[in-house]
């Protein structure tokens, strides 16, 4: 029997899709989310009592912190949400597509040639084109990486369409060649385009404005929900492809389509924050933890963790080491390296 997923409204998609439980859970981790959030907006160099916060996002005309909350804090935290909302979410597809709980973006060398496509952009073009080509650039980068990976890690006569542990070799050494080569580009560039970019190679919100939440939501409101409504085919990639097929999944189709989601996702974040690593590896882990094993709670979750791990990140990066101001991507990698540890020595039979 043929099941056609994406022809049904999205309504009932997502009511078959996710469990009053995975729902209820989500809706935590939301309250979560907005709780750190508003916790974000008090803290920093100078501290704003909660009502107060509350009452400048109400009534910012009235209020004596509308330039530290509006211009300098809120529009930075919002981006940091996107940014760990989409790889959140690309880490949980990715996973799904290769059936692999290493695979993440940044592991496996997406967000490496989302940031390669950046660094070129930044340092060649940066000066004679608007930087509102710059996401573009970023996802076609990732995107032609991801392909690359594809093939070199495709197995000829295997029954799966690629094979997890070389998929993740593959990356990991790809990942390596694409660092050395934007290291290089930084290295022949003048000085202020390298320290700029360094930092930013590290995953960075800092600076970041209006018009920076504005490029990004877009292409965050646009993917996630693609992922959501294609969340039951997501299940059944996670089988192996004769399963699927028989099961009335068109793979080749659904597998493209969720790629191009996960692609998309990490390639505007990387384009907006820089290379934010192993928020994609982690994010997943824990969302199954939360929310369960349902396609549409794991994208609801890795989401929400994603967004929580970024914005979490940045806050200790703005306040831990005052009045230095230190990258989200420290933080991130410090506490996702030895996670990516522990998952291999979880593996290692």
Known sequence: MTTHYLFRSASETLALAIHRQTFRRCLALLGLTLTLLLFYLCLGSTRIPPMDVLATLLSPETSEHRFVIQTLRLPRGLLALLVGAGLGVSGALLQQIVRNPLASPDIIGISDGAAL???????????????????????????????????????????????????????????????????????????STTVQAYIWLTGTVYGAQWKDVTGLLPWTLCLIPVALLAARALTLLGMNDEQSRGLGLAVGHYRLLLLACSVGLAGSAVAFAGGMAFVGLMAPHLARRITGQTSTGLILGAGLTGACLVLLADLLGRVAFLPQDL???????????????????RRRS
């Open 117 to 191: 496509g950046a660094v070129l952009f930044l340092a060649w073009l940066a000066g004679t084109v608007s930087l509102t080509w710059l996401p573009p650039v970023a996802i076609a980068s990732a995107a032609l990486t991801a392909t690359v990976i594809y093939i070199l890690a495709w197995t000829p006569g295997s029954t799966s369409a690629v094979a997890p542990i070389r998929l993740v070799l593959v990356g990991i050494a790809l990942a390596a060649a694409l660092k050395a080569v934007a290291t290089l580009v930084l290295v022949m560039s003048p000085l």
């Open 327 to 345: 990258p989200a991507g420290i933080f991130v990698s410090g506490v996702g390296a030895p996670f990516f540890i522990y998952l291999l020595y």
